[in-house]
């Protein structure tokens, strides 16, 4: 008897021939038996109430790649994808809390300044491998620069169109409070390089605090216990750099180490250096917030006839390319860009499906890059 034919059968003989039929891999078939109308059965509010363990248990996979496959995540075949989706559609199940989203168009602001600037090449390797997972997972990832301060309420009217944003995204920007305050469940946001320390929005971000202490203590355990720590833009990504810098100093019994700031010029830097060639200062060594701020010390170490490393070790953050380009070859901290673009793109995914989910705030892992910028020295 076909598939079609079995209108009269009862719901729990259904559920037999489902399990039955979905061992076989006869997913279409399976879904088709399920949208066969039973006289005298519950109401249809209550056939939505299907929920993953079903339909893991017909489809005969695990509630794991369910959830996968509902989620959108990797792990499975395209076709198992396809079959389950299908399947869910026809049992008529909904995530909880989910509704379907209007619009797969994500909008994004990436910060003019650093994209384009010394930065650009970390900024690059984030947005593309965001553009790669958003055409991979069917979203149309929309790209605005904009300066940090320039993000405001005028900013995101001009921006506003007909057509529907699932979901906007900031990356490299701190938004103020004006521009936090337009965005709640029902307009997601989420940060890209940045966090929100209230911990209302999805974040993602390297991990700033210890990497930067961890880079600093690659200083410490080299024997230096006076050091620099050169700061750049100030913002809190860099905030929580200088917090790792000054926690391993603590952590480390006669250390001392002071900030030098180079967000308006270089001349601060040039007049610590002055101090050391005259005498005045004994540091030794110098943790950068980025790594083009340590190609900037190089430069100002080399003007002043310093050797590196014989005189002054240097650290920096992000491992750009810059940083194999410089001789020695500048040792850093490396920052998954890939990784993390990938994770950014996995959270505007899990808000689509659960827009009352509770907010995650992903830190991506920092990992020391050798070369040849660290000197040892004697206690």
Not at 89 to 115: D, H, I, K, L
Not at 245 to 255: N, S, V
Request: include cysteine; proline fraction near 4%; charged fraction near 20%.
């Amino acid at each position: 008897m076909a598939i079609n034919q079995h209108a009269q059968i009862s719901v729990s003989m259904r559920k037999l021939l489902f399990a039955q039929i979905a061992r076989c891999g006869c997913l279409e078939n399976a879904a088709q038996l399920w949208s066969a109308r039973v006289p005298q059965e519950r109401p249809k509010s209550m056939a939505r109430s299907a929920n993953q363990v079903e339909l893991a248990r017909i489809a005969g996979v695990s509630v794991s790649t369910v959830s996968r496959a509902l989620s959108n995540s990797k792990g499975i075949s395209a076709e198992l994808r396809t079959q389950i989706l299908q399947l869910a559609e026809q049992m008529g199940y909904r995530s909880r809390g989910s509704t379907e989203p209007e619009s797969r168009t994500v909008r994004m602001y990436v910060t003019t300044n650093a994209a384009t600037g010394g930065l650009a090449t970390f900024y690059n390797v984030l947005i593309d491998a965001m553009k790669t997972a958003a055409q991979e997972a069917e979203l149309n990832l929309e790209i605005r620069l904009s300066h940090d301060k320039a993000l405001d309420q005028a900013r995101l009217d001009r921006d506003a169109g007909p057509d529907p944003v699932a979901v906007t995204m900031v990356m490299g920007i701190d938004p103020s409070n004006e521009v936090m305050a337009q965005f709640g469940p029902s307009r997601p946001l989420i940060l890209v390089n940045a966090f929100d320390p209230l911990m209302r929005f999805d974040c993602v971000a390297p991990n700033n605090y210890y990497g930067a202490y961890w880079a600093t203590r690659r200083l410490l355990e080299a024997g230096h216990r006076s050091l620099l720590h050169v700061r750049d833009q100030h913002r809190w990504t860099t905030t929580q750099r200088e917090r790792g810098f000054f926690a391993a100093i603590e952590d480390t019994k006669g250390a001392k180490g002071r900030v030098v700031d180079i967000r308006f010029g270089d001349d601060e830097l040039i007049a610590a250096v002055a101090d050391r060639k005259a005498g005045n200062a004994d540091w030794t060594g110098i943790f950068c917030v980025h790594d083009m701020a340590a190609v900037r010390a190089v430069h100002a170490l080399e003007a002043a006839h310093f050797r590196i490393p014989q005189d002054v070790s240097i650290v920096g953050f992000d491992d750009l390319p810059a940083a194999s380009l410089m001789t020695p070859k500048l040792s850093t901290m490396r920052v998954d860009c890939v990784a993390m673009g990938q994770e950014a793109i996995a959270l505007v995914l899990r808000r689509l499906n659960h827009p009352n989910a509770r907010p995650i705030q992903v830190e991506s892992a920092v990992t020391s890059t050798e070369g040849g910028t660290i000197a040892q020295i004697a206690l």
